[in-house]
């Protein structure tokens, strides 16, 4: 089992910048495709950002491609999403989630393990 812990979440300008965090209880990162999702009131889960095992490839949606920068650290177990530009429209609540696969994916059934959220607000 893959406990994933989420922080950094909070209250931002528009045009701001937040970087969330995703620690894992596992011992070894390494192993895992990560994924950040979102999901605002009303809509469904959708993709963010998604980073190999290695750390060396990335996947972004296009909304915020360009905008937010996906990385890990394996050595301290952690994955993180550094959100640049920041719009209201960003407002969710971020999912960071674990993927046994080796392939980057943006399907939310791929992934196998879930964190509780933190929740990002983007005033106007």
């Known amino acids: 089992q893959v406990q994933l812990v989420e922080s950094g979440g909070g209250l931002v300008q528009a045009g701001g910048s937040l970087r969330v965090s995703c620690a894992t209880s596992?011992?070894?990162?390494?192993?895992?495709?990560m994924g950040w999702f979102r999901q605002a009131p009303g809509k469904e889960r959708e993709f963010v950002a998604a980073?190999?095992?290695?750390?060396?490839?990335?996947y972004y949606a296009d909304s915020v491609k360009g905008r937010f920068t996906i990385s890990r650290d394996n050595a301290k177990n952690t994955v993180y999403l550094q959100m640049n530009s920041l719009k209201p429209e960003d407002t969710a609540v971020y999912y960071c989630?674990?993927?046994?696969?080796?392939?980057?994916?943006?399907?939310?059934?791929?992934?196998?393990?879930w964190g509780q959220g933190t929740q990002v607000t983007v005033s106007s």
């Open positions: 980073v190999s095992w290695s750390g060396g490839s990335t």
């Open positions: 989630a674990a993927d046994r696969g080796s392939i980057m994916s943006d399907a939310v059934y791929e992934y196998d393990y």
């Open positions: 596992r011992r070894t990162l390494s192993s895992l495709t």
